[in-house]
């Protein structure tokens, strides 16, 4: 059982390029997020999905894009890269059990804009 | 709204001395805590979670916590600190009404010396 999978793990990229932050998982969770982790700032939500097809933004959602065509899949895309999108980004699936299922978090993508 | 402040950013303790990490939150409607753990370069995962059932949570590795209502708090103790409990700790709040959203606390890094 993988769990949440990200892929890349780490990334490089220069100002004004595109990229796409893969995430899958493989327990049928209806609900899954992205989120960016800066020093001292904690996880920010960045955008939602509640099952496919559905999407919703999150607290900081400026300059990313998402879809959820399968349950499995919710990639993240960076349509132009900016050195403020400079972080940590998890992926986290969720169960059914609403609010008080625990998330199940990737081992994250590192990713540096220069 | 909601919202969680963990208290210490930092907190250093000997191997074998109590844990203490503080955490206060704020919520509209009753709501549902956690506590995760970031070991470096690594996801999220769950020590305890708190849904309206016994105030007093045990979790993972030794870990328990206390929902005090009155106090706002749900603090995260450990009687005996562990060389691998070294770490960063994260508060969440969520709750009826917030959605799917949940409220990350800053991070408490625990530091753990011989």
């Known amino acids: 059982n993988a769990g949440v999978t990200q892929t890349p793990k780490f990334q490089v990229l220069k100002t004004g390029q595109s990229m796409t932050l893969q995430c899958a998982q493989d327990m049928n969770h209806e609900y899954m997020s992205w989120y960016r982790q800066d020093p001292g700032m904690g996880l920010r939500l960045i955008h939602y999905?509640?099952?496919?097809?559905?999407?919703d933004q999150g607290e900081v959602p400026n300059g990313y894009n998402v879809s959820r065509s399968t349950t499995e899949d919710f990639p993240l895309r960076l349509l132009s890269a900016a050195p403020s999108q400079t972080s940590v980004y998890f992926c986290?699936?969720?169960?059914?059990?609403?609010?008080?299922?625990?998330?199940?978090f990737g081992n994250g993508t590192r990713l540096t804009v220069t | 709204a909601q919202s969680v402040t963990q208290l210490d950013s930092h907190v250093s303790v000997s191997e074998g001395t109590p844990v203490l990490l503080r955490c206060n939150y704020s919520s509209s409607y009753s709501p549902s805590l956690f506590w995760y753990v970031q070991h470096p370069n690594k996801g999220l995962q769950l020590l305890l979670k708190y849904t309206s059932a016994a105030t007093l949570v045990k979790g993972i590795n030794g870990f328990e916590a206390e929902f005090k209502k009155s106090e706002t708090s749900f603090h995260l103790t450990k009687p005996s600190a562990h060389m691998s409990d070294a770490a960063e700790y994260f508060c969440v709040v969520t709750s009826q009404g917030s959605g799917y959203a949940l409220n990350f606390g800053k991070g408490t890094s625990l530091l753990v010396t011989p």
């Open positions: 999905s509640v099952g496919a097809g559905i999407t």
């Open positions: 986290a699936s969720r169960g059914t059990g609403g609010l008080n299922s625990p998330l199940h």
